[in-house]
């Protein structure tokens, strides 16, 4: 079946700092992967996708990478702000164009 | 743009009462749906997904119903509910096969 988890349930960093996040997913057909970002009582904010057929996308201070071979997501944040904190999520998709999520990281930035 | 709309975000509901939670997207057509149940410090639990108007798949059997009687127009339903039914419902939705699922802010259910 499918899982993915995360290494970490809690994370700190002080403002400036990066931060990475990382998930570990079980299913090597998957072929498409999500970061999702949730703010207390806010439903999942997507912040950045990668294809399988890619190892590393950017985006605006965020970055993936996706390690294949040893079925591994990571999310880099560049110079974490307060505003970060919240709690991150991947979510994997099978072949079978299902969605799988993680249970999360919460990021807390100190200031 | 698109946006997702869901209402109420809070919901207080006595054991064995009626449920209905609405969900909406503007500025798209025959989206793919979803409705999920987020249990706090747990991931979220797909329970039902709708591909055009009318079509629903369950993944769980629960408490629960839907309906999708409109292209943009997602319902969660119970006709009574439960204690277990407590959570927080999320819809979301995806353009098609390759693309990010979108969530709303999500509805806090508390039954008493």
């Known amino acids: 079946g499918e899982s993915v988890g995360l290494h970490l349930p809690t994370l700190s960093v002080q403002e400036g700092d990066n931060s990475i996040i990382n998930c570990a997913y079980s299913n090597s057909a998957s072929d498409y992967f999500i970061w999702y970002k949730q703010e207390s009582g806010k439903g999942p904010q997507f912040i950045i996708d990668i294809r399988s057929n890619m190892d590393k996308r950017q985006g605006q201070r965020v970055t993936v990478l996706l390690n294949k071979t040893v079925k591994h997501l990571s999310l880099q944040i560049a110079a974490t702000q307060p505003g970060d904190s919240a709690v991150y999520f991947c979510a994997e998709k099978n072949t079978g164009n299902q969605f799988y999520f993680g249970t999360g990281t919460s990021l807390t930035v100190i200031p | 743009s698109q946006t997702i709309h869901q209402w109420p975000a809070t919901l207080v509901q006595p054991v064995g009462s009626p449920l209905s939670l609405e969900c909406t997207v503007e500025?798209?057509?025959?989206?793919?749906l979803y409705w999920y149940r987020q249990a706090a410090g747990r991931g979220l639990q797909l329970l039902f997904y709708?591909?055009?108007?009318?079509?629903i798949s369950s993944e769980v059997p629960q408490n629960l119903s839907a309906s999708r009687p409109q292209d943009r127009q997602f319902i969660l339903s119970s006709k009574k509910l439960l204690l277990s039914d407590s959570g927080f419902y999320l819809c979301?939705?995806?353009?098609?096969?390759?693309?990010?699922?979108?969530f709303g802010d999500g509805t806090r259910l508390s039954i008493l």
């Open positions: 979301a939705w995806r353009q098609g096969i390759g693309q990010p699922q979108h």
């Open positions: 709708s591909v055009g108007i009318g079509q």
């Open positions: 500025g798209t057509s025959n989206p793919n």
